[in-house]
């Protein structure tokens, strides 16, 4: 007996693909239908959880949207084009064009609200989501959670802008600078000014210029009691406070250097501070901050 409410589960709506039929089931089929494409492999326990819960999902939406199983051992060719890194690795296609996916497996009310979102419905994506998760776990201290979830939303969405600068954050708050580079490095050349690039760059700049500040705060400071004009020590000082994690002393030191003799050292007090608010961001509140008052000092 047919259900009386309820879409009627559809058929032949999961299927097997391969690298050779790729284009024609996903990227084809998508600007009909919807495609999830799940990337699995024999030895992957996970894959048994997740396979299972995205095909009922599938089959529940009866026929809105479709689903390719791929195994990426028979696969390696495409799993390496489409950089999958890991498994379960799920993707949606739409419009010929890859749209949404995630990593790992997820509970049965985030595959239905994965699936809504690509029939039509709105709310935050897998990936969104995942790149949310970074940032709040970076600003919990808490890098290596913030790594995870931006190393997630990138495999997902390897182009994904926000995924790729917070991955670079978390590595630059996790001591490991070349990585940060690297993968700062994935960002296509048209896209390297955007804002979260701009700020993970600069970020792996102030972390070098921190590393390398000579002197510590004790000395320096009383290298400024005896002669309050040493803008070098100065500077030093804004370094060393900033490689200590206190930005607000970092903006003070340079703001005063500044109002002291604007063109020292080749304007070095106000390049640094644009690469402070690089890396805090447009719209911190350290930014408008200290943003202002550099104004200020500037027009006045």
Not at 1 to 14: C, F, L, T
Not at 111 to 121: E, N, Q
């Amino acid at each position: 007996m047919e259900p009386i409410i309820g879409p009627k589960p559809a058929e032949n709506v999961i299927t097997d693909g391969s690298t050779e039929s790729f284009m024609a089931d996903v990227v084809e089929a998508s600007k009909d239908t919807p495609v999830i494409v799940d990337f699995w492999a024999t030895w992957c326990a996970p894959c048994k959880q997740l396979t299972p819960m995205l095909e009922k999902a599938v089959q529940a939406a009866g026929g809105a949207v479709r689903m390719v199983k791929i195994d990426i051992d028979q696969n390696q060719a495409l799993a390496g084009q489409l950089r999958i890194q890991s498994v379960p690795t799920v993707m949606a296609f739409k419009d010929g064009q890859p749209v949404d996916g995630f990593a790992g497996a997820l509970p049965e009310s985030q595959i239905k609200a994965f699936i809504d979102r690509l029939t039509g419905d709105t709310g935050p994506s897998p990936i969104n989501a995942m790149v949310d998760a970074g940032h709040e776990a970076l600003a919990a201290g808490d890098p290596n959670g913030a790594l995870q979830a931006f190393g997630q939303a990138a495999q997902a969405a390897p182009d994904n802008l926000a995924a790729l600068a917070g991955l670079a954050q978390s590595y630059v708050a996790l001591g490991d600078l070349d990585q940060a580079e690297n993968v700062l490095s994935l960002v296509p050349e048209g896209k390297r000014e955007a804002a979260e690039v701009k700020s993970a760059k600069a970020a792996v700049s102030l972390a070098r210029e921190a590393g390398e500040a000579a002197g510590n705060v004790m000395e320096l400071e009383a290298k400024l009691a005896a002669d309050a004009d040493d803008l070098q020590a100065r500077f030093d000082l804004a370094l060393a406070a900033q490689a200590a994690g206190d930005r607000e002393r970092a903006a003070d030191e340079l703001l005063e250097i500044f109002r002291r003799d604007q063109g020292w050292n080749d304007d070095a007090a106000r390049k640094q501070l644009i690469k402070l608010f690089d890396a805090a961001g447009p719209t911190d509140p350290f930014t408008l901050t200290y943003r202002r008052r550099l104004s200020a000092m500037m027009f006045s």
